[in-house]
């Protein structure tokens, strides 16, 4: 089955750090990836959804200029966290689908960040 | 995305059926039906998505009723690790756009 990985799985770091988190199709061509943001005991939150080779597409209340999104290649869309604050401290989450009609969206594991 | 209601929790024994119904009576006649759940501190998980027949994998059953304005998820042998959320969503498949998920079903297998 199609296999979406997400690195790092869990990051801690110093408030004003940037930290970046890679999404990766493994065994198909992503034509869209999505990025979800999920607090604890709450639902997944879209952030944002990114095509290759264009700008990503934030929805309303992201900070574009704050949560930079990177789509260079069919496989792989980074989420980079710029100047992050403890209020950041989440579990964020991509997802990937390739172009073909009538194919799901595959999640990966989701990347725990904290900001001490 | 047409809205999706779904009870906030369930408890299933273990070894039994567990059957999760989902709500979607607005649900259009382009959005198929997909069915993903999420298991502590992971990444959702797909399961199965369906249109208007019913549907079966190594996974589970999706039953949709004739007018498509509910459906209901079968995991046929629950076992202690199918205790997660589980998320209903109609969803329209042939655009790229993104899910929006609302709050799920809590399934917990009870040994």
């Known amino acids: 089955g199609a296999v979406v990985s997400q690195h790092p799985s869990r990051v801690i770091c110093k408030s004003g750090t940037s930290v970046k988190i890679e999404c990766r199709s493994l065994?198909?061509?992503?034509?869209?990836m999505f990025w979800y943001r999920q607090f604890p005991k709450q639902s997944l939150m879209l952030m944002a959804t990114?095509?290759?080779?264009?700008?990503?597409?934030?929805e309303q209340g992201v900070e574009k200029d704050k949560f930079l999104i990177n789509h260079a290649s069919l496989t792989l869309s980074t989420l980079t966290v710029t100047s992050a604050h403890p209020e950041d401290s989440s579990f964020y989450i991509c997802?990937?689908?390739?172009?073909?009609?009538?194919?799901?969206?595959?999640f990966g594991d989701g990347t725990r960040l904290s900001i001490l | 995305d047409a809205k999706t209601t779904q009870p906030p929790s369930m408890d299933c024994a273990e070894g039994r059926a567990a059957n999760l119904p989902c709500n979607h009576s607005?649900?259009?006649?382009?959005?198929?039906v997909y069915w993903y759940r999420q298991i502590h501190s992971q990444g959702p998980q797909y399961i199965i998505h369906?249109?208007?027949n019913n549907e079966t994998n190594e996974m589970a059953s999706l039953i949709i009723t004739e007018d498509r304005k509910s459906s209901t998820l079968i995991l046929p042998h629950a076992t202690l690790r199918d205790t997660a959320v589980y998320y209903c969503?109609?969803?329209?498949?042939?655009?790229?756009?993104?899910?929006?998920f609302g709050t799920g079903t809590s399934l917990t297998v009870i040994p």
């Open positions: 997802s990937a689908r390739s172009g073909t009609t009538n194919q799901p969206q595959h």
């Open positions: 065994d198909f061509q992503a034509t869209t």
């Open positions: 990114s095509n290759e080779g264009s700008k990503a597409t934030y």
């Open positions: 607005t649900i259009s006649g382009n959005e198929y």
């Open positions: 369906g249109l208007k």
């Open positions: 969503i109609a969803h329209p498949t042939n655009t790229g756009n993104q899910f929006y």
